[in-house]
């Protein structure tokens, strides 16, 4: 014979908590509800627009990742191979070399760069690092390399202005007004050419420069020009006379300006003087074979004897 159990029901404590607990939950449903929907609405996307950027975002990670493992087979690799090989298949491959603006450059020392990229694919020129391998040349300052497809590739170049021929003990080598050696050459091809010696005489070419437009009717006559202690210059006419000018930009140009105006009164260059001194502010010392110094005042243009050496 069956019996039945009845429980107990519930207790009204128990009732009180439970109830408690359930609007516990629906108070935190809606609040969670909308704290969401509020921050959804400060997003200027609709719900549908975040799903398809959600979507984007997956599929980008996706590829990212098959591009990584395609990488690490080789595959781009082997893609950019091919499609070289069909470009040049096509006619697109460096057939003709095509050098402009070059005067006094060897052009085969351009050859044997740009010739290493002769029968190659266009697309596999590597146009930086021939352009490179070219600014490394003594005579180029800048240069451009581009295709002209199908078949040509165009190098461009932008030599360097000899400014003066460097002398360093027997030694001459063709500068540009940065010091920056060119091309060595012999003496017999520096004759002519203003040549200049001293250390540090090369990074002096835009100051030397300067100084001799100040007197322009010498400028021709200057053969060369001597930098000395890194702080004057001394210069060398055709007649192998020297001139010795005063440090400081101003002093030696003005002095030189002196100089100039007092040649043409009395006829330094060529005259008996084998040295003329002009650090003396307001006195020109000319010294002769014989020894003797011949006082000239840069205030009266008077001329004076003295004997003796010159203070140098």
């Given amino acids: 014979m069956s019996q039945t159990i009845k429980r107990k029901g519930k207790t009204a404590r128990k009732a009180a908590a439970a109830q408690g607990n359930r609007a516990k939950v629906r108070s935190a449903k809606a609040t969670g509800g909308s704290a969401l929907d509020m921050a959804m609405g400060w997003l200027p996307f609709t719900e549908a627009q975040l799903q398809r950027l959600f979507v984007l975002a997956i599929l980008a990670g996706v590829a990212a990742l098959a ?5 690490a087979a ?13 470009s040049k298949q096509a006619g697109f491959e460096v057939k003709h070399i095509e050098l402009r603006g070059v005067k006094n450059i060897n052009e085969l020392k351009i050859y044997e760069r740009a010739l290493a990229q002769k029968y190659r694919a266009m697309p596999l020129v590597d146009l930086e690092q021939l352009r ?5 040349l003594p005579w180029v300052e800048d240069a451009r390399v581009s ?7 165009v190098i461009d170049i932008v030599e360097r202005s000899p400014r003066a021929v460097l002398r360093k003990a027997d030694t001459y080598a063709l500068i540009d007004e940065t010091g920056h050696e060119l091309e060595v050459i012999d003496r017999s091809a520096a004759k002519g050419k203003l040549i200049v010696s001293g250390e540090g005489a090369g ?4 100051q030397l420069s300067h100084l001799l437009e100040a007197a322009p009717a010498l400028k021709p006559r200057v053969r060369e020009a001597q930098w000395v202690g890194n702080r004057r210059w001394n210069l060398v006419f055709e007649t192998g006379q020297v ?3 005063p440090e400081g930009v101003k002093e030696s140009a003005g002095a030189l300006v002196t100089f100039a105006r007092l040649d043409g009164t009395n006829r330094l260059i060529g005259g008996r003087a084998i040295a003329i001194d002009m650090r003396a502010p307001d006195r020109v010392y000319l010294r002769v074979p014989e020894g003797e110094v011949q006082e000239i005042s840069t205030k009266g243009g008077a001329v004076a ?6 203070g140098q």
């Fill in 243 to 245: 001139l010795a000018l």
């Fill in 305 to 310: 004897l003295a004997s003796g050496g010159n």
């Fill in 74 to 86: 080789g595959v781009p690799g082997m893609a950019e191979a091919r499609f070289a090989q069909i």
């Fill in 132 to 136: 490179s391998e070219l600014l490394e």
């Fill in 67 to 71: 591009w990584v493992v395609a990488s």
């Fill in 203 to 206: 990074q002096e070419i835009i």
């Fill in 147 to 153: 295709r002209q497809l199908p078949t040509t590739l």
